[in-house]
């Protein structure tokens, strides 16, 4: 492999594919992000190359040749030189500022078609809430070709919501709201992760884009944000994905391996001891529920209380199908 094909190889950016090292294009203003990129790059290897050129050249050229005594040449400056180098750097600075300002003004001003999508960071989950249609969701789901707003805050510490194949990242601060748009492209599903360390199952902290054509879009908001409808589904199945999709997986295990929090196999009806001292016989319905609503009121021994509150994010029937979903791992 030569170098030409090597360097072009890394270079290529395609829209469908992405390229040996940035992921596809998937929102309306990612190329643009990415020529600016590459436009920066450039000039820094291409000044890399130059000024190393240079020194090096400087360095042979001008080395210590003999024992004697060596009088380097009595230059006092040079006026040409220094506004050269000077100017040209000068408009390169104003070249990358006016475009970096044209680009972050399309990002930064959100269109008026835009819908709106509030999205809340909790650690260590997202959740994506259609405030209209009345849609609690766990993956972020729009329409191609649609401008998107998001209202982002936490309801614990600082996370950074960050979508790689769109090209946006904002922090999302509890307390505040901060804001990010994007019009996504041909329907696909996309990563989303958090990118400000917020603990132990940060890196957990995933959920998708899915992005659906309008017909399938319309299909998934008339089911009430279920995809492929919610009928005929067992309930321990729904628990299932609640677990996985809602960040349970992140400190529960299913298999009795140890994480932050106690293991959901066999955990229905197993006697449990509290920090407190007390004990439970039995784990029933009730404790389930207490503990996804209020984690705080009976601390397993031997963990710590750091489960966030559920309150307003999972309605019964949700937590119906986490406790069925429970009883089923024996
Ligand atoms: Cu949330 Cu890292």
Redesign the pocket.
């Known amino acids: 492999m030569n170098l030409g094909f090597a360097l072009g190889y890394l270079m290529t950016q395609t829209a469908t594919t992405g390229s040996w090292w940035k992921p596809i294009q998937a929102s309306s203003y990612a190329s643009s992000v990415d020529s600016l990129f590459n436009f920066i790059m450039y000039l820094c290897f291409f000044f890399f190359v130059l000024i190393i050129g240079a020194m090096v050249y400087f360095v042979v050229k001008y080395r210590r040749k003999g024992n004697g005594p060596e009088k380097t040449s009595p230059i006092k400056g040079n006026h040409t030189l220094e506004i050269v180098w000077s100017v040209i750097p000068g408009i390169l600075l104003v070249i990358i500022f006016a475009w970096g300002f044209k680009d972050w003004l399309a990002i930064a001003v959100v269109p008026n078609n835009a819908m709106e999508v509030r999205v809340t ?1 909790q650690k ?1 989950n997202w959740t994506f809430t259609y405030a209209k249609e009345g849609i609690v969701s766990s993956d972020l789901v729009v329409p191609a070709g649609q401008p998107v707003k998001l209202v982002m805050t936490s309801s614990d510490v600082l ?1 950074s919501f960050y979508i790689p194949d769109f090209r946006i990242k904002r922090d999302v601060v509890p307390g505040k709201y901060t804001v990010l748009w994007f019009e996504p492209g041909e329907p696909a599903i996309h990563q989303i992760y ?1 990118t ?3 603990g132990t199952s ?1 890196a957990n ?1 995933l959920s998708k884009v899915k992005v659906l054509d309008s017909a399938k879009y319309e299909e998934w908001i008339a089911n009430g944000g279920e995809e492929g409808g919610s009928s005929g589904v067992p309930l321990a199945e729904k628990g299932a994905k609640l677990y996985e999709s809602r960040g349970c997986v992140a400190c529960h295990s299913v298999d009795g391996t140890q994480k932050v929090g106690p293991t959901w196999k066999g955990l229905y009806g197993k006697e449990h001891k509290f920090v407190d001292g007390t004990t439970l016989a039995a784990v029933d319905e009730n404790y389930i529920r207490e503990s996804i609503l209020v984690p705080g009121a009976k601390v397993v021994a031997g963990y710590a209380n750091v489960m966030p509150s559920y309150q307003g994010q999972l309605n019964d029937k949700q937590i119906e199908a986490i406790i069925e979903y429970i009883k089923s791992l024996k």
Request: net charge negative; hydrophobic share 20%.
């Open positions: 960071g260590w996370h958090c400000e360390y917020c940060h902290m």
